[in-house]
């Protein structure tokens, strides 16, 4: 939740507040922070925090961030030098060295002064995040896997870390994690064949989806690796984005069902309908859908594309969707009617 928009109540475009999914769903959805001063400053009852340590942040995380930190096509090969000698405490390292120790290491290495000292004095920005850490409290990330394991919803608010290089780098690290989990939980199944071990479907819902799925980086990326597979592990994407020509072809190709509200670039239209037969007849319709209040489905979805109007999200929207109130004795009457003996 990059803009902190979802967990807790936000202001809407008519004025005044709406509600967020923990106030509609209670205690299925938990709200995590990477910045709980501002987060409590809100009034949002978060469940924890989140701290990213220096040994969490692999080499992928930083081929992410190339051009957030303006990294050379040597940062790559630099960085792996670094894991070879140090393992996951690379970053720690490298950070900690001085010129001296710098040199030292190229030498020994086979690395380049001059590579490795910008890539220290740019990974400097990723160090000087709030959140990150020397090193995460143990098992922190664990137990916010443990809860989507276990069927509930997880916001993570950004705070006042809303900028890109905050949002993409605990994005994949976090993206990366999960997916380890779902793939060790999915080859457990198909060896025990126990209904138990099957996990369970997840969706991990990404705004600004170019910037992890942009044809550079989606070969690269945990993002462009999901995608790819099918929700082979159980685990899927819901990308966000408002400017799809900029996803890479493939991945657009392996989206199985499009929600699309009013576009007008070309490009972008002609991006929506990636992979799809027969869209010529389709695209017209989408320069022509009421702003904010029509939206094109298609895809696995629905039998045919079809236009949807949107609902208002207010109290009737509320009412609808949201966790009822009921006492025991409510539940088990509307049991009994259900499930007559």
């Known amino acids: 939740d ?6 807790w109540e936000s202001t809407s475009e008519q004025g005044g507040f709406v509600k967020g999914l923990r106030q509609l769903f209670g ?19 978060i469940d924890a925090e989140v701290v990213i340590g220096l040994d969490q942040i692999e080499v992928e995380d930083v081929i ?25 405490g690379w970053l720690r390292s490298l950070l900690a060295m001085d010129a001296e120790t710098l040199n030292e290491f190229a030498e020994t290495s086979g690395g ?16 000087r995040k709030g959140f990150v850490k020397e090193t995460a409290p143990a098992g922190m990330l664990d137990k916010m896997i443990d809860y989507l394991a276990n069927g509930r919803h997880v916001v993570l608010e950004f705070g006042r870390y809303s900028d ?3 949002y993409m780098l605990t994005a994949n690290i976090l993206t990366r994690r999960i997916r380890r989990r779902w793939v060790e939980k999915t ?18 819902t ?25 929700r082979k592990y159980s685990v899927t994407l819901l990308v966000v984005d408002q400017r799809p020509s900029s996803i890479d072809a493939d991945v657009m ?6 929600v699309t509200a009013l576009l007008n670039d070309e490009k972008d239209i002609d991006a929506v309908f990636t992979g799809v037969s027969g869209s010529s007849s389709l695209k017209s319709v989408l320069a022509s859908l009421d702003t904010r209040q029509q939206a094109r489905v298609l895809g696995h979805a629905v039998p045919m594309p079809v236009v949807i109007r949107t609902r208002a999200y207010d109290a009737a929207f509320y009412q609808a969707v949201g966790r009822r109130e009921v006492s025991a004795a409510k539940a088990q009457e509307e049991i009994d009617e259900l499930f007559p003996d």
């Open 64 to 88: 992410l961030l190339q051009d957030e930190l303006n990294l050379t096509s040597t940062a790559a090969e630099s960085a792996y030098l670094l894991v070879d000698r140090f393992k996951e």
């Open 2 to 7: 990059m803009h902190s928009e979802y967990g």
């Open 206 to 230: 990404i705004e600004e989806a170019h910037k992890f799925l942009n044809p550079a980086a989606a070969k690269q990326t945990i993002f462009g690796t999901i995608a790819r597979e099918l």
């Open 27 to 45: 205690g299925e959805v938990l709200v995590y922070s990477l910045d709980p001063a501002t987060s409590r400053n809100r009034n949002v009852p």
């Open 164 to 166: 890109t290089l905050s």
């Open 187 to 204: 080859e457990q199944y198909i060896r025990t064949k126990d209904p138990a071990d099957k996990p369970r479907q997840l969706m991990i």
């Open 253 to 258: 190709s392996q989206i199985g069902s499009r």
């Open 112 to 127: 380049h002064a001059g590579a490795l000292s910008a890539l220290k004095r740019k990974l400097e920005q990723v160090a």
